[in-house]
């Protein structure tokens, strides 16, 4: 099973940035997706962003698009979430995800075998 520890969270303003970052370890880093999700207070956990191993193929949901972008250092086992042009309708809890196994819908909450914790995203309008 891997581990994964979030950090990067905070209060911003509208239409400023922050960049998540999660630490993966446990297991070899290489081989498997990683995602990043969020859930707002009453909402259901949904889906932001992905990022494949073999071909570092990204994913979006349409409500970052533009906006957020992924990327992923195999050699330090991390990935990032860059976050630009923040809106109130982006604050949440944001959760960094691995699929270790399984080549289902890259998008689906269950498709993720391991969770990280989750870091707290406010953005002020």
């Known amino acids: 099973q891997v581990q994964l520890l979030e950090s990067g969270g905070g209060l911003v303003q509208a239409g400023g940035s922050l960049r998540l970052s999660c630490a993966a370890s446990g297991r070899t880093f290489g081989g498997y997706a990683m995602g990043w999700f969020r859930q707002a207070p009453g909402k259901e956990r949904e889906f932001v962003t992905a990022?494949?191993?073999?071909?570092?193929?990204?994913y979006y949901a349409s409500s970052v698009k533009g906006r957020f972008t992924i990327s992923r250092d195999n050699a330090k086992n991390t990935v990032a979430l860059q976050m630009n042009s923040l809106k109130s309708e982006d604050t949440a809890v944001y959760y960094c995800?691995?699929?270790?196994?399984?080549?289902?819908?890259?998008?689906?909450?269950?498709?993720?075998?391991?969770w990280g914790q989750g870091t707290q995203v406010t953005v002020s309008s």
């Open positions: 990022i494949t191993w073999d071909r570092g193929s990204t």
């Open positions: 995800a691995a699929r270790t196994r399984g080549r289902g819908d890259i998008t689906i909450a269950a498709q993720y075998d391991s």
